[in-house]
């Protein structure tokens, strides 16, 4: 074997071991910031010694044995009294080192991260580094935030986790939806559409997508039995399946209802529509299942041959009346608009106040569809040159240009 | 497992502590107050803890260009004031939220709870 070929087993080793690992190590000192470096630190040995003394029969253990070494040296010259309490427990669990599988703590982990005393903003951030690795580079980058910003706020978290002492154990049954509930807003944010973004869910900046994947295959994996777990990563999945159809060759954006359904990923659909299912036979009501199942609606065009809207308006009614937040009401509005119930619509998007769609891009498209339905040409115009002002995303702002420079009542596709 | 040990500093709005004193309110206010310190009494984890005398009571020092200035009223002027506190030692944070949630403050303004710091090892050591 090569050295590069060992490099190669070392990052596989890392990227497939690197949550579990450290979720271990986390356990057991309550010290991310700490264990972070200690594994870091075995790895760096790994890459040294593996290439001369060959790849351990058991990698995994190999580095917890050397990080929990360099963790022990990095508590014991920390001035703080009880550090030796945690290297006590650390020399406990060291009995069973070379044990074939290890407990796995990532959900432990997941659930700190995403615990109500961390600030909101930094919850998907500290996920993506604790279980996946990320560096703050990276996850700077995917947030629009300075590289050495995103740092500090990680810095900050993982300071507040060891200071204030927080719980490294699964939430009690009572407390479960609610802090599940976060666990799965952090998630999603990973995936680059946060849930008010429902109405506008084929715009979101696609930076994070794997690693929102992996993160909702693995909490699927630690918690089959939680139907909304199942349900978010049913959501995703849908969303993904559709993701070669979403571009035009050159660039261009394509709405939902013009998409080629030739593009669609028939293995993701497959795996989307088994999540679902699942999620819906505990009869629970839930919004990610709610929303998958919106998708799933969509996903029947080509089977059908047409959009169910009447279905589609029902669904984002439950969604609006159980979560009501702006997102869903503006989704309801454009899925009426459809259905052709223009009138109600308005009506639907007449009831959010003005600090609540101020900046908010998906109401003005939508206020834009429902007057060209309506056939009120100016208030039409007015609402997409808001929208556009709004627009992140360059190609769906020419998509929107051109409905606006063009002559007529040409069709606004809601995404 | 080891215990940390947090305090609940309990805020209270100004017409909490009118109650203290209010022959009409005074039962109801004391009750609530009696049975979660109660709680936390049966419960063991109570270090130490006192309820403070009003906002209307307190006053504020501070050194400017060597100057004493003493002012009469709390440091801040705000709606919530600090009414008592209590030190108490439990496994982690969220169980110290868990107590902070059942003072009857917590529904009337809030509670806030930080983590005491634990004795510093002496440089070298």
Do not use: F, K, Y
């Given at each position: 074997m090569t050295s590069r070929d060992l490099r190669v087993i070392a990052e596989q080793a890392a990227r497939a071991s690197y949550g579990r690992l450290l979720a271990l190590l986390v356990s057991r000192s309550r010290d991310i910031a700490a264990s972070e470096d200690a594994l870091s630190e075995a790895f760096v040995s790994a890459l040294r010694r593996w290439p001369v003394?060959?790849?351990?029969?058991n990698p995994d253990a190999w580095l917890l044995t050397a990080a929990r070494n360099n963790l022990k040296d990095l508590l014991r010259h920390?001035?703080?009294?009880?550090?030796s309490a945690f290297g006590l427990a650390l020399r406990q669990d060291?009995?069973?080192?070379?044990?074939?599988s290890f407990p796995d703590d990532r959900l432990k982990l997941l659930f700190v991260c995403a615990h109500?005393?961390?600030d909101p903003g930094v919850r998907t951030p500290l996920m993506l580094q604790t279980v996946?690795?990320?560096?703050a580079k990276r996850i700077g980058s995917a947030f629009l935030v300075a590289p050495a910003t995103m740092g500090q706020r990680l810095v900050r978290a993982k300071a507040k986790i060891k200071t204030a002492g927080l719980r490294f154990e699964l939430p009690a049954q009572e407390d479960m939806p609610a802090r599940l509930d976060d666990v799965l807003g952090a998630i999603y944010a990973a995936y680059g559409t946060?849930?008010?973004?429902v109405a506008g869910?084929?715009?979101?900046?696609?930076?994070l997508v794997e690693e929102a994947m992996f993160l909702g295959r693995l909490l699927v994996a630690l918690l089959p039995n939680e139907p909304e777990a199942h349900g978010l990563l049913a959501l995703m999945l849908y969303c993904e399946a559709r993701r070669p159809a979403?571009?035009?060759?050159?660039?261009a954006f394509i709405p939902l209802k013009r998409q080629?359904?030739?593009?669609?990923s028939t293995h993701l659909i497959i795996e989307a529509e088994r999540e679902l299912t699942r999620a819906a036979a505990s009869g629970v009501f839930g919004r990610y299942q709610c929303e998958a199942a919106i998708q799933s609606v969509h996903i029947q065009r080509p089977i059908t041959?047409?959009?169910n809207h009447e279905a589609l308006s029902t669904l984002y009614g439950l969604l609006a009346a159980r979560c009501p937040t702006v997102g869903a009401y503006v989704a309801q509005a454009a899925a009426m608009v459809e259905a052709g119930a223009a009138s109600e619509a308005l009506a639907v998007l007449g009831g959010l106040s003005a600090d609540q769609v101020n900046d908010y891009q998906p109401y003005w498209v939508t206020l834009a569809n429902v007057h060209r339905a309506l056939g009120a040409k100016d208030a039409m115009t007015q609402a997409l040159k808001r929208a556009i002002g709004l627009t992140e995303d360059p190609a769906v702002r020419d998509f929107l240009a051109r409905i606006l420079t063009e002559e007529g009542v040409r069709e606004i596709d809601s995404p | 497992m080891h215990a940390m040990q947090y305090m609940l500093l309990l805020n209270e709005p100004g017409d909490e502590f009118a109650k203290?004193?209010?022959?009409?309110?005074a039962g109801a206010y004391w009750g609530g107050w009696n049975a979660f310190i109660g709680a936390m009494a049966q419960a063991g984890i109570i270090v130490k803890g006192d309820g403070l005398e009003g906002p209307h009571t307190a006053t504020t020092v501070r050194i400017r260009d060597g100057k004493r200035l003493v002012q009469d009223g709390p440091f801040a002027d705000t709606k919530e004031q600090l009414g008592g506190y209590f030190v108490i030692e439990v496994p982690d944070l969220d169980a110290a939220l868990e107590w902070a949630a059942r003072a009857p403050s917590a529904a009337s303004a809030s509670v806030e709870v930080r983590p005491v710091m634990p004795p510093k090892a002496p440089p070298g050591a």
């Open positions: 003394d060959g790849v351990p029969g920390q001035t703080v009294v009880d550090a060291e009995l069973a080192p070379e044990a074939p109500p005393a961390i996946l690795g990320l560096d946060s849930w008010d973004a869910a084929d715009l979101g900046c696609v930076d979403r571009r035009g060759t050159d660039g080629d359904p030739r593009l669609w041959g047409r959009t | 203290r004193n209010d022959p009409e309110q």
